[in-house]
């Protein structure tokens, strides 16, 4: 598997290249009245309005405001229903490719409170990287609240193009 490695807080997370559509320079966002709080909020992605995810909460790092030099990483992942849904997430930056064999993949602590977003540990040269379950940074539920939330929102979103 071909993973996307970022950095979030000096930790080194991937995500499957392959569920990547695109990475942009950091843009305003939005708040969306009403939007669960690990949505920090809406942009508009090529037409696609889009929920950009608070990675920082979701995995309980120290929080901070969107910076000119982080990385929004536009995704499409199939949610647990099935369903295809365009999400995106804060990152510090992206930093490279990296081809992982998922036979040497680690398992995740089962203690840690948000092993439920980890698939794997890679060891790398580099040192650690943490797999990602995409589909399960947003929840059925949070998207669904998102959906409801933008729907009644004036239409104005911050664009990345």
């Known amino acids: 598997m071909d993973a996307l490695v970022f950095a979030l807080d000096r ?18 966002v939005r708040r969306v009245p009403g939007a669960p709080p ?5 942009l508009d992605v090529r037409g696609t309005l889009t929920a950009v995810i608070d990675l920082r909460a979701r995995f309980g790092l120290p929080l901070r405001p969107i910076d000119l030099d982080d990385h929004f990483v536009v995704l499409r992942t199939r949610g647990k229903t099935g369903a295809m849904r365009t999400v995106a997430f804060v990152t510090d930056r992206a930093e490279s490719l990296l081809a992982i064999d998922e036979a040497t993949l680690g398992a995740p602590s089962s203690v840690s409170p948000h092993a439920m977003h980890i698939t794997g540990i890679a060891t790398t040269p580099d040192g650690m990287v943490m797999i990602c379950d995409v589909a399960s940074f947003l929840t059925e539920a949070e998207e669904h609240s998102f959906r409801t939330a933008v729907s009644t929102a004036p239409a104005t979103a911050s664009s990345a193009q």
């Open 11 to 28: 930790q080194r997370f991937g995500v499957p290249a392959d569920e990547v559509v695109e990475i942009v320079r950091a843009a305003a």
């Open 38 to 42: 690990i949505v920090l909020g809406a």
